[in-house]
């Protein structure tokens, strides 16, 4: 059985890791990638790399209308394995974590945290004023993962793509997703 996976992208900058992680999860067979793009995402990522969401949408199994309340990712009877918000702006992120929305990614998050089923956070904002630390602090008492986009040097990238890479990497594993996007610390091949 493929492996139901939630993309939200919101208006945060790096909208590279939305592509990353779009990529490599509609690219394979056993994942059926869901997602969601937010209108400010649309706005950052023709700002950040003049592309339109088509690299985000294209490789999905579905894509749904950020104001299509009634999509299925807004059901908790509607089966899937986790979620990912990618880049995850502060707003959501604050929305999240006082269980309030106006949106699909939204709802489809207090959905997944109900439900008790994997969501992945990744805020990319710096620095952090303390709103967006008790903001974190309550989306992972909640049951959120909190993964913000900081890459590591340690695999010695040669690349800004290699550390989107890394980032969707991090992502996966924490929804238990096999992979082979960048070595593990201690493999032969690190």
Known sequence: MKKRIILGVTGASGSAYATALAAELGGRDDIE???????????VMKLETGTSTVDITGPAFASYHIGDIAAPPASGSWRHHGMIICPCSMTTLGTIANGTGNNLIHRAADVTLKEKRPLVLVPRETPLNEIHLRNMLRAHRAGATILPACPGFYNSPLSI???FTQIAARVLDQLDIEHHLAPRWGDASA
């Open 33 to 43: 990638l869901h997602v969601i793009i937010s209108d400010a995402a649309r706005q």
């Open 161 to 163: 793509s290699d550390l």
